[in-house]
């Protein structure tokens, strides 16, 4: 069984930039391929970006120049880097871990593992 436990979320200005990070353990981190979702009030859990497990990355069309996924499988991390942030990117982030290493997973089912959540609030 792995477990996920992100970190670095917060209070953040609109305009400014965020750091989340993503720790797994009880699994072999290197062979998972992880994502990233979020979740606002009252909406559906959307994809923000994924990596496999070769450093493959895709991201959304909303975040696409704004965020930087990457993975360190010595430290059994995966991180979230978003600048330029937006009201609308308010949301519970998740992190995610996938049993196919090399396929990029965009919806909630093709995923096996999640984190608890880290909050992210964008201020005016």
């Known amino acids: 069984q792995v477990q996920l436990v992100e970190s670095g979320g917060g209070l953040v200005q609109a305009g400014g930039s965020l750091s989340l990070s993503c720790t797994a353990s009880?699994?072999?981190?290197?062979?998972?391929?992880m994502g990233w979702f979020r979740q606002a009030p009252g909406k559906e859990r959307e994809f923000v970006g994924a990596?496999?497990?070769?450093?493959?990355?895709y991201n959304r069309d909303s975040v696409k120049g704004r965020s930087t996924i990457s993975r360190d499988n010595a430290k059994n991390t995966v991180y979230l880097h978003m600048i330029s942030l937006k009201i609308e990117d308010t949301a519970a982030y998740y992190c995610a871990a996938r049993r196919r290493l090399s396929v990029i997973g965009i919806a909630t089912p093709d995923y096996d593992y999640w984190g608890q959540g880290t909050q992210v609030t964008v201020s005016s």
């Open positions: 009880g699994g072999t981190f290197s062979t998972y391929s």
């Open positions: 990596v496999t497990g070769g450093g493959i990355i």
